[in-house]
């Protein structure tokens, strides 16, 4: 019997999104104007993922099954998709950060 390391083996597929993921990035997509969607790619420490930024800066982030699951997302919804890693994020998203922070220590 040989020992095989493992290399050249394919990587199970991640898990399947589950319909709660699935509703919350439809009903944001929806409901949000000027939504543009970011895919952030997986590193060791996280899954692959998609997120939204609204023209306000609103934002929200889920992790996704692959990035072929992002494009069919983002066409099905009419979504520009960039590719964090490259873009960056938008600064309306920074900015809303900085203003829900705001917000947190007066309050």
């Not at 952030?40 to 939204?52: F, I, K, N």
Request: proline share 6%; no cysteine.
């Amino acid at each position: 019997m040989s020992f095989r390391w493992g290399f050249g083996r394919r990587r199970s597929s991640a898990p399947p999104i589950d319909r709660a993921t699935i509703a919350h990035l439809d009903e944001f997509a929806s409901s949000r104007r000027g939504v543009e969607a970011f895919l952030e790619p997986q590193t060791t420490m996280a899954r692959t993922s998609l997120l939204l930024v609204a023209s306000d800066g609103e934002w929200t982030r889920r992790s996704i099954e692959s990035p072929a699951w992002a494009r069919q997302f983002a066409g099905r919804h009419g979504l520009p998709l960039y590719d964090a890693a490259v873009v960056g994020y938008p600064q309306r998203m920074r900015d809303f950060n900085a203003r829900q922070k705001g917000r947190r220590v007066t309050e």
